[in-house]
């Protein structure tokens, strides 16, 4: 690798670089999102055109510590998205280096959602646990230099010797030791001769730095674990600030995008690769996605998993990719999404009405309309011949008629939705109601003649007319009605369970809530609400993770628990858009 010196320019300011226009080409219409372009693509566009750069290569790094979740969505968009629009590269990175909390499913899991994200790594993926030995001998490097030295501190000892924020820290008394004694302190940390917790090695750099993270950041520690991929072949590991950078640097990442929270580590990222005189690459942060009703993080995610709130990792209620696959969002509206936020540097919390703004737009093109029935009530049309059937036409999509229609069966017993109809109807109500008229959708108008009732008092059944010159759903005479229902004929109903979602929290920000104690208290108790509907009977042929618009309920995607027999439905979204109504407020 080269070095790449004083090219390599410290800073995330891309304010110099803003000023830049017409460098990109190509790149610069989806850049630009909805508007300019965002800080990170102006400062790449600026250093090719200035030619501090060449190339543009960038990572997405996960810890396969759980399953990726929308936040991560921002992330991979940005980098894979960054690499494509300037003719780079993005690498996909495990960042394994916490064998206790870290995963083959975790990596099998996240491989499986950048991948149906877009997110194309060709050969390149890459695991930091392939650089241990690279790691070690760096680290060794660092000693011989005089930059490291292996300390005896206990943790807690060593965050007492950090000072804080308005007092510099001290040095440890181990500080002083030779280079030999580092070395062997270091080697036989590695041969496994101590226990956990007995040594660590840290960057010797300044117990007085401003920068806590730059008071001698421990590089690595003892833990005797297994780790999924070497196995038990090393007592000890690198941390994260130390394996990041060198891991961006043998790879040649030219930008390192991160999250706001590693700003103050930038000085060290940047301390590691100038001591060791590798390949600087060079890190930018970017504001991380707040959701409104959500936590995104994988350690909150993780309690919600084992804590039982959900039904594991995929529930539809999580935030995560494979959570949001599950409920039906197609990738689109998660790129659609992340155009939108676009990337800042100033944080800030996303209506989560903006998501399913996304989802709905994406979907009202790629959807089939069909017909189910949530809580169905029986409807029996008085006049309708006793075993005749006729076959309706609903259109798939009502603006595209040349893509074809659905034909529904039609008979003498009907479900409709039993919100569709009061017995005491105010006069505003236009749906059914004892003597009042309603059109069925593509089919007829039916008048409520008579309402069949249960021994508690519950309407059991609707007696209905229905008039045969309405066929189609057109009025006869020109005689107005104002409310169209859906229906299903119930002898070809095929049963159908239907999960309607809602959000998992009930508080908007959810984000403080400590997982341990308070979960329960701010969790939404009918966040799931499963019912037993009915839909047309061609849907018994869908397929796991097609979707179809439900008229008038929703958007709805078939979820793998269900069959031909039974299929089951989730809710991916409802029809009423809150997120239009909000911008037009605001
Ligand atoms: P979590 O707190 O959920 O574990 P993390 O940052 O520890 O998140 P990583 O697996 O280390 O998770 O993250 C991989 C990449 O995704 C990092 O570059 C990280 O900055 C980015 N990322 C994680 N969460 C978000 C978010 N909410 N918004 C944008 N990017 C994110
Ligand atoms: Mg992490």
Redesign the pocket.
């Known amino acids: 690798m080269t070095t790449e010196g004083a090219d390599a320019r410290d800073g995330t300011d891309a304010t110099g670089a803003a000023s830049v226009t017409g460098a990109t080409g190509a790149g610069e219409r989806t850049a630009a999102g909805r508007g300019g372009k965002d800080f990170i693509r102006a400062m790449i566009a600026a250093d090719l055109a200035a030619k501090r750069r060449d190339t543009v290569h960038t990572r997405?790094?996960?810890?396969p510590n759980?399953y990726l979740?929308i936040?991560?969505a921002?992330?991979i968009c940005l980098n894979f998205g960054v690499a494509k629009e300037f003719g780079g590269l993005c690498n996909l990175r495990f960042?394994d280096t916490n064998p206790v909390r870290e995963n083959r499913e975790y990596v099998d899991a996240i491989r499986k959602d950048v991948r149906w994200l877009g997110g194309d790594w060709g050969e390149r993926e890459y695991y930091a646990s392939d650089y241990f030995d690279r790691l070690y001998e760096f680290a060794e490097q660092l000693i011989r230099m005089g930059k490291a030295y292996a300390d005896s501190l206990s943790a807690d000892e060593i965050r007492e010797y950090r000072g804080t924020l308005t007092e510099p820290g001290r040095d440890s008394p181990y500080r002083g030791r030779s280079v030999e004694e580092n070395l062997d302190l270091f080697r036989r940390m590695r041969a496994g001769e101590f226990e956990d917790g007995a040594h660590v090695l840290r960057a010797k750099i300044d117990m007085a730095s401003p920068n806590i993270v730059m008071r001698d950041p421990v590089l690595y520690r003892i833990r005797r674990a297994p780790h999924h991929r070497t196995g038990d072949k090393w007592p000890i590991y690198p941390l994260y600030d130390y394996t990041h950078c060198i891991s961006d640097s043998l790879e040649g990442i030219t930008y390192s995008l991160?999250?706001l929270e590693f700003a103050d580590n930038r000085e060290l990222y940047n301390w590691v690769l100038e001591t060791l005189g590798i390949f600087r690459s060079r890190q930018t942060e970017f504001a991380?996605?707040n959701l409104t009703r959500t936590v995104?993080?994988?350690?909150k995610l993780i309690r919600l998993v084992e804590g039982g709130y959900v039904r594991g990792w995929d529930d539809p209620r999580m935030p995560t990719l494979s959570g949001l696959r599950r409920r039906g969002v197609p990738p689109e509206a998660l790129h659609e999404f992340a155009a939108r936020i676009g990337v800042a540097r100033a944080d800030n919390t996303v209506d989560y009405a903006m998501l399913e703004f996304c989802i709905r737009e994406r979907l009202n093109s790629t959807s089939p309309r069909a017909m189910a029935v949530l809580r169905p009530l029986k409807v029996i049309l008085r006049n309708y011949p006793e075993g005749q059937v006729e076959w309706m036409d609903l259109p798939l999509y009502p603006d595209e008629p040349e893509k074809g229609v659905r034909r529904l069966p039609f008979s003498r017993e009907l479900f409709i939705e039993q919100d569709d109809f009061r017995e005491n109807a105010p006069a505003k109500f236009f749906r059914l109601a004892p003597g009042r008229e309603v059109r069925l959708r593509c089919a007829y108008y039916i008048t409520c003649e008579e309402v069949l009732k249960n021994p508690d008092g519950t309407v059991r059944a609707l007696i209905c007319s229905y008039d045969p010159q309405s066929r189609g759903g057109g009025s006869p005479d020109g005689r107005k009605v104002r409310g169209t229902l859906h229906w299903v004929s119930a002898p070809h109903a095929v049963e159908a369970e239907m999960r309607l979602y809602d959000h998992l929290f009930l508080k908007d920000d959810p984000s403080g809530v400590d997982p341990g104690n308070t979960f329960p208290d701010c969790i939404n108790p009918d966040s799931l609400i499963s019912l037993t509907g009915f839909v047309d009977p061609g849907l018994r042929a869908i397929k796991a993770g097609e979707c179809v618009q439900f008229e008038r309920l929703g958007y709805f995607c078939a979820d793998r628990d269900g069959g031909p027999e039974r299929p089951v439905f989730n809710r991916t979204v409802t029809l009423k858009d809150t997120w239009a109504r909000l911008e037009k407020k605001g």
């Not at 997405?60 to 810890?63: D, K």
């Not at 995104?296 to 350690?299: E, G, V």
């Open positions: 997405f790094p996960p810890e759980g979740h936040g991560h921002k992330s960042d991160c999250t991380r996605l995104l993080s994988k350690r």
